[in-house]
């Protein structure tokens, strides 16, 4: 979460450093600051301004007391240590006001770093742990900002990117990282940092991705790596396959309405280059043994949030075409609880920035059990990606919109790939099977295309029966559970609405207490091996009085009889119904919060990307 963006070069700054941080808006925040390197009577000054709430707030403060410089760091911050005000927003100096730093992430030890500081005299104005670095860094200070980050960077715990500048080397940025992402690049006569390549493509598509402890000393010149304790390093080079216009609305409202049509195409591409010459499924990345993947007796699926439902329709893929199980697993909890783990174990770590704390850390952990990892991700070179044994790309391309769209149906395909890719070899599908999952899933985006044709008819429903729904339940069996809580999920992170969603077979073991007149539910109820038993439960929620809202497979007619509402989708095989089912819930849920006049895109107290746990 958070954003940062660095310029140091013959432009001024300001121009840059504003723009970086519109782009990164979406990662979430409430809070935006600037840090530009001056002169005063010829002396080189550090000047501030930061403001809370959007960036608007900021931008308009600059419109009135622009900062001129051509060196500056600017930052979006999403709260942890102290309230969303101007006092806590970032960037932060040290007591004299000519060292300013900007932090993402969270100092373990920072109180303890206080009081040491405070001992030494040095005084603090904010609640936050990334004022005690700033000081931390100053203290540290001897005429050379790189040495003094990394001897400051050697006493502090916990995951944090940094950027620092100095008012006695102009000119220079200085940052450093530990398990929080932090990207640079150059280009003629200027180098850029920032936390994510989306605030870096508008100015180059070749960028280094630290690595952990190390540390960067920008200058319009190029940039310097090293590690904690100066010796030369180097970190992942690589280029970005996407240009800034992918990353724009493109005539749409909302960059979440824009996603979500963007879904055929982001699953064409994800299925792009799936087989070898001899037809063979591959995955992107291989670097183990493909042999320990086939000896593979347990599947430990690991993610967060929607991440973590694309898992759950991973598991029954992985159970049906590969034979073997699979247990799904919140990442905030798996490393807590002392999982099994072993060498013959495969863990699927989920994220689609490949930056998120807890899927990283429960990465890190299967590898201290000599488990095997794979990692599916969005972004090439992201440090889940390096983590891993193997990797399997989404290939979504940018996605702007905090609530995730396409990168949930892209996972879907990616995972259903995987799937087919352990069942091959495992030997558990003939090659030819495989190969004719693969073509069924080829086939998906034109039946996606047909699904977005009834956008009017979910937007009516917004503004008809669930206009005034106080709550949504979400209610589904097999594959249809993962999709009835993202469903649920999308509804209450963009609109506000209380939504759950249950497994429809547990309706009487208590969830069907919440059922009155008027209510609305939604019952996923496609063709499958528990289709009539889903009728069962819509029939025991309409009893109750409930307009329920079905979304059906096309040619059930007699869905009519249950449902108040029936929505359709192309009739596909059973374990794919997810990829289509989940659509008309993304258009119900933004449709809702467009009524409600959300921000749709931005919603409240969220960020696009965890990287603090």
Not at 361 to 383: E, F, L
Request: overall charge negative.
């Amino acid at each position: 979460m958070c954003g940062i963006i660095g310029y140091t070069g013959g432009a001024w700054a300001l121009p840059v450093l504003v723009e970086g941080l519109r782009t990164l808006e979406y990662r979430g925040y409430d809070s935006a600051g600037v840090a530009l390197m001056d002169t005063d009577d010829g002396s080189p000054v550090v000047r501030v301004a930061k403001h809370s709430g959007k960036l608007a707030n900021l931008e308009e403060a600059l419109r009135e007391r622009p900062l001129p410089g051509s060196t500056g760091l600017g930052h979006t911050r999403w709260a942890t240590h102290g309230v969303p005000n101007d006092r806590n927003a970032h960037p932060h100096t040290d007591d004299s006001g000519r060292l300013a730093l900007v932090h993402n992430g969270i100092i373990e030890n920072y109180t303890q770093l206080r009081e040491e500081l405070s001992d030494r005299g040095h005084g603090f104005r904010s609640d936050t742990d990334t004022e005690v670095v700033a000081c931390l860094v100053a203290d540290r200070y001897r005429g050379e900002l790189a040495a003094a980050v990394r001897e400051a960077m050697c006493r502090v715990r916990g995951a944090f990117a940094i950027a620092a500048v100095h008012a006695d080397e102009p000119g220079t940025i200085v940052a450093c990282r530990r398990e929080a992402p932090l990207v640079i690049g150059c280009m003629d006569g200027a180098s850029l940092l920032a936390s994510d390549v989306a605030g870096l493509v508008a100015h180059t598509r070749d960028v280094e991705a630290l690595l952990d402890d190390q540390v960067a000393t920008l200058t319009p010149n190029g940039v310097t790596v090293t590690d904690l304790g100066g010796a030369p390093a180097q970190g992942h080079r690589y280029r970005v396959d996407w240009d800034v216009d992918a990353a724009e609305k493109q005539g749409y409202p909302h960059f979440m309405l824009k996603e979500i049509h963007e879904q055929p195409q982001a699953v064409r591409d994800t299925l792009i280059g799936r087989t070898d010459a001899d037809g063979r499924l591959v995955l992107d990345e291989l670097r183990c043994d493909p042999d320990e993947l086939r000896h593979v007796d347990k599947v430990y699926v690991v993610a967060c949030g929607t991440s973590y439902h694309a898992g759950l329709v991973a598991k029954y893929a992985i159970e049906h075409w590969a034979g073997v199980p699979v247990e799904a697993e919140i990442a905030s909890e798996f490393r807590y609880r002392d999982p099994i783990l072993s060498s013959h174990t495969l863990v699927v770590t989920i994220s689609q920035s490949g930056e998120t704390a807890d899927t990283l850390a429960a990465a890190s952990h299967a590898r201290d059990q000599q488990a095997r990892v794979v990692a599916v991700t969005n972004v090439v070179g992201s440090s889940l990606a390096r983590e891993a044994d193997a990797v399997v790309y989404t290939r979504a391309g940018p996605e702007i919109a905090v609530a995730s769209t396409k990168a949930f149906t892209t996972q879907i395909v990616a995972l259903d790939v995987l799937a087919l890719y352990l069942a091959q070899a495992r030997r558990a599908l003939f090659p030819d099977e495989c190969r004719d999952h693969l073509a069924r899933m080829e086939a998906l985006p034109a039946l996606l295309e047909q699904v977005l044709k009834q956008e009017g008819e979910l937007a009516e429903l917004a503004a008809g029966s669930f206009a005034d729904a106080g709550y949504v339940m979400f209610v589904g069996r097999h594959v249809g559970l993962p999709i009835a809580l993202e469903g649920a999920l999308k509804l209450k992170e963009i609109s506000y609405v209380h939504a759950e969603g249950f497994p429809a077979g547990e309706m009487k073991h208590g969830p069907i207490a919440l059922i009155d007149a008027g209510g609305p539910v939604v019952a996923l109820a496609t063709r499958g091996h528990v289709h009539g038993k889903l009728l069962s439960n819509i029939q025991e929620v309409k009893a109750r009085g409930a307009v329920v809202l079905a979304v059906a497979t096309e040619g059930d007619t007699a869905i009519d009889a249950h449902a108040d509402h029936v929505v359709y989708v192309p009739e596909v095989h059973e374990l794919l119904y997810p990829l289509l089912t989940v659509v008309p819930l993304q258009l119900l849920g933004y449709h809702m919060a467009v009524r409600l006049d959300r921000d749709v895109d931005q919603p409240r107290n969220l960020a696009k990307t965890v990287t603090v746990e």
